[in-house]
Each structure stands twice: as C-alpha cells, then as structure tokens.
C-alpha cells in the first residue's frame, strides 16, 4: 500500500469538491464567467466532442461521467477542460497549486499563499482570515477556463485537479513551478463521499458506500482514476524535480514545519536564518491549521457564492478533523480489495 502515515495529529484540514460536482451540471447552469462561448461553432465543437466520450452515471451525486483523456468528468468540465488547454496562459512567475478533489487542496493553497505573502500581510491582515482559500487562489477549471486574467494577477497561483498529462501545454511548457499534494486514497475515498452527498443532497441510501468504493476501485469517478491521477505527477517530479514539488498529505501533518520550508524554497521565497530562528514557519503552520481556520468567524458562519449555483456554507468545507477516518467506514474486510488493487496500480513506482 502507498506508505502513507496515519498521523495521531488530530487536523484533517478542509478539502473541497465543488467543482467536480457543481461541473457536472448542465450548462445552462453555469455562470457567464465559467461556461464555454455559446457560439454556435464552439458549441457544436464540444457535443461532438463529448458525444463520442464513454459515459458512465455510477457516482449518483454528480450525474453522467465522461471519460476524456483517460479521466473522468462531468460534461461542462469537459468543455472547461478543452478551452484551458486552447486558451490558458499563465504569467511567468505562476505557481500551479495540484491535486486530486479531497487529497489536501484547501490546505496547500492556504499555506503556500502565507509562504509567499508573509512579508505583505500579517496575523490582522491575512486574507485568510475573511476568505476561503478558494476564493484567494482560483480554478484553471473554473474561474479561469475562460479567461487567463480573472483573477488577482498579484497573486501568483492557479489550482487545479486537472491530472498532469491533461494540463494545459502552456503550463507544461513555461517556467511555472508545479506542486502536488497526495493523499491515502482511502481517506480521499471517505471524503470524496461524504462531501458530494452532502453538496448534492443524496444520501447514503440512494448512494451507499458499497457503490462509491465500487466506482472507486474500477476509477470511475470524478478526475479519476487516482491512481493515474498521482502517478502522473509523481512521476513529473522523479523527471523534473525542479519544476514539480510532489508532497504527501500525511508527511506535511507530521512535520509542517519542515515542508513548509520545502515549499518555501522551491517556490524562490526561501526563509532567512533570522525568520526560522524566529518561528516563522512555526506561525505559518498554526495559522493555517485546521484548528484555527475552522474556527474564524468567517468559517463557521461565512457562505462561499458562485454565480447561477447554490449558495455554500463555509463550515460544510470542515469535516471530523481526523486523519485515518477511513478505518471508521471501510470495515468488514472492505479495505481489503481497496488495498490489493492501489497495490498493484503503484506496484514499482516508488510510492509503496
């Protein structure tokens, strides 16, 4: 099995799969700002497209799969997809912020953004402290499929859970710095279920954890398959390790300090001797950990908006707090065919 660490540290920090959810909608629900041009070229360009895409509708929350490049997507994130990888351009000093939905995504960008601004804002200024991550670093996928520059240009990071060999080859072929976040998939499993039924409201009759561990293990499901989801990236940072920074879930709860000061280094924002021996990475740590993010106000009663979609509340990003939570739902032997088919999918990579 993928050696990952089931830490004793008590902070699942927040992961969020709203957009392989809120995606797979039709596109008429779409905001202006996400969907594809109507144009009646464009849009003819995409039915066709995704007209001869295998589908599959076994992840009852979001609807209908299409598979696209050997992942799977709802239909308007297809379309999403296609124009990034037509249209994205990054600004040269863009750092691609990676991972798949429920792997880490909320975490990683909270803390490489206080990385790259600690000398801009401080413990009353951080943005952080009224916004979601999400809405301080946007989605290639979503808020900027369309349009390279909707977004803060100041801030040097665009998300995404695009897998490695689907991104846009402006990226690939740029001086933008990539980092990666993994995470044990049974987790990401757990997680990825409990998010998108309680976003889609379907619950565990209608979708039981049987049929999403079934999806799971054939891939099918949003952005998987996970196996082939990291080992792209994994395999990006073995070739190109001073373009690609892969980073485990569990490592970074065991010893934050110490990645933080990895990212920090691979990003170009290396601390001086003055700020470790201050406890800079320390502060940034605590200050995005689960604990203090989960309890600002603007976490617990805030409400996170996208245009044309349903209004979300901020706590709903929160979940138990707990890593290895996946040993309170995978019993009876269920993590058993789990592990013997992550197994043999990482067989020989380095990562088991």
């Known amino acids: 099995m993928l050696s990952f660490t089931n830490s004793s540290i008590t902070e699942e920090l927040f992961t969020f799969s709203l957009l392989s959810l809120s995606l797979s909608l039709s596109p008429s629900k779409m905001s202006d700002a996400s969907k594809i041009s109507e144009s009646p070229n464009t849009k003819n360009k995409y039915e066709k497209i995704i007209s001869n895409l295998r589908q599959d509708d076994g992840w009852k929350p979001v609807g209908k799969l299409y598979e696209y490049q050997g992942f799977w997507y709802g239909p308007s994130l297809v379309q999403n997809v296609i124009s990034a990888q037509e249209s ?60 390279s520059n909707n977004r803060n240009l100041e801030t040097p990071f665009v998300a995404t859970h695009i897998p490695y060999s689907s991104l846009p ?5 740029s001086n933008c710095k990539i980092i990666y976040i993994c995470r044990d998939p049974k987790d990401v499993l757990i997680s990825h279920w409990n998010f998108d039924q309680q976003v889609s409201g379907i619950g565990s009759e209608s979708f039981p954890l049987e049929e999403a561990l079934e999806q799971y293990c054939k891939g099918i499901y949003p952005f998987g398959p996970y196996w082939d989801h990291v080992l792209g990236f994994w395999k990006a940072s073995l070739e190109f390790p001073e373009k690609v920074l892969f980073i485990k879930y569990e490592d970074l709860k065991t ?5 933080v000061k990895r990212m920090a280094k691979f990003m170009g924002h ?12 320390e502060k940034i740590v605590s200050m995005c950990s689960f604990e203090n993010l989960s309890r600002l106000e603007v976490n617990k009663n805030g409400k996170y908006y996208l245009p044309d979609l349903p209004t979300f509340e901020n706590k709903s990003f929160f979940r138990k707090g707990k890593a290895g939570d996946w040993k309170n739902y995978l019993i009876d032997g269920k993590a058993v065919k789990f592990n013997q088919i992550m197994e043999e999918k990482f067989s020989g990579s380095g990562l088991v």
């Open 270 to 281: 290396p601390f001086s001797i003055e700020e470790e021996q201050q406890g800079a990475p």
């Open 169 to 173: 080859r402006s990226i690939i072929d």
């Open 255 to 259: 010893d934050g300090p110490f990645h």
């Open 88 to 147: 994205f351009t990054p600004q040269p000093t863009d750092i691609v912020l990676c991972s798949s939905p429920k792997s880490g995504t909320a975490w990683l960008k909270a803390l490489a953004f206080s990385i790259v601004s600690r000398n801009q804002v401080n413990d009353s200024t951080n943005p952080l402290l009224k916004k979601l991550p999400h809405e301080i670093v946007p989605f290639l996928e979503i808020e900027l499929a369309q349009d």
